[in-house]
């Protein structure tokens, strides 16, 4: 596995594997990596002759300046985690390497980007498809593996390869859990032992949720989940909506979809973390 920094020496490493027909898939992360993080690395090794992991805390994504300082960086251990998993090359650019001018660039990002992160994070989706579109000029990947934790994002993201004319597969892969139903996140470290241990509820209640449908109303089942969470004290709800899985905009009624889904933001502490559930296999 080759640690690369320089846009430069990994455009010439991949023109060189690409002479010699090879795909390339390609996992973009912010580091401090987790098993999810490790799950989507492996299905990238097994699906494409090269996996490419890019490592960087992307600063025009943070709306919160705090959140950005405190963001967990380990890299030594990524590495590691890396190499065990198969990946052959890791880019781990500095903030100038990647912005040698401030960018300036808007996307037009359309109405799957103004709901539920677009709303409670502004700019956060300009940020990612800044680095993201950046990230995939340099490394012109086949296919390029995603969480679904990220569930906007990777709306936001297929919005913006079309926009850009772009031929990567966006690949979507389920969310990981630790065994207590917490989504696995990079924030979890920033948890206390107390707040780690009440962070679960969240997912408990998402998938408590599900039992309740369709016989609730989608209001209820809303009212339901933001009041078991927010009852914790540890915990506070930003948002809870259930929207179209395609649209991203809210439903009312379970006839207006055939395919619901829950997303979530919820402060744990100063931590924020996000989740999401299904309700589709409840209607069939
Ligand atoms: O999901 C993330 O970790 C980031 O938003 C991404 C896609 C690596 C862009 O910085």
Request: net charge negative.
């Amino acid at each position: 596995m080759k640690v690369i920094s320089s846009i430069c020496e990994l455009r010439n490493c991949l023109s060189e594997e690409r002479q010699n027909n090879k795909t390339i898939g390609f996992v973009p992360t912010m580091g401090a990596l987790h098993d999810g993080h490790i799950s989507l690395v492996k299905r990238c090794v097994e699906e494409n002759d090269i996996c490419v992991t890019s490592i960087f805390v992307n600063p025009t994504q943070f709306n919160n300046k705090q959140d950005l300082a405190t963001y967990p960086r380990t890299p030594e251990n990524d590495c590691a985690l890396l190499k065990t998993a198969g990946c052959d090359y890791v880019f781990a650019p500095t903030e100038k390497e990647m912005y040698p001018e401030p960018d300036t660039r808007i996307f037009h990002l359309g109405p799957v980007a103004e709901v539920m992160e677009g709303v409670h994070r502004p700019g956060h989706f300009n940020g990612v498809a800044q680095i993201v579109s950046k990230l995939f000029d340099i490394i012109e990947p086949d296919k390029a593996y995603f969480g679904e934790k990220d569930f906007q994002q990777i709306a936001v993201i297929r919005v913006m390869v079309k926009e850009l004319n772009l031929q990567t597969e966006i690949v979507s892969c389920p969310i990981l859990r630790e065994v207590n139903g917490l989504a696995m996140s990079s924030r979890n470290m920033r948890l206390t032992p107390e707040q780690h241990q009440k962070a679960p509820l969240i997912a408990h209640t998402l998938k408590e949720s599900t039992t309740f449908v369709p016989e609730k109303n989608v209001q209820e089942v809303i009212d339901y989940v933001v009041n078991t969470i927010n009852n914790e004290p540890v915990l506070q709800v930003e948002y809870f909506d259930i929207v179209d899985r395609n649209t991203l905009q809210s439903v009312k009624n379970w006839k207006e979809t055939t395919d619901p889904v829950g997303c979530i933001a919820v402060f744990c502490g100063e931590v924020r973390l996000i989740d999401n559930i299904t309700y589709k296999n409840k209607l069939s």
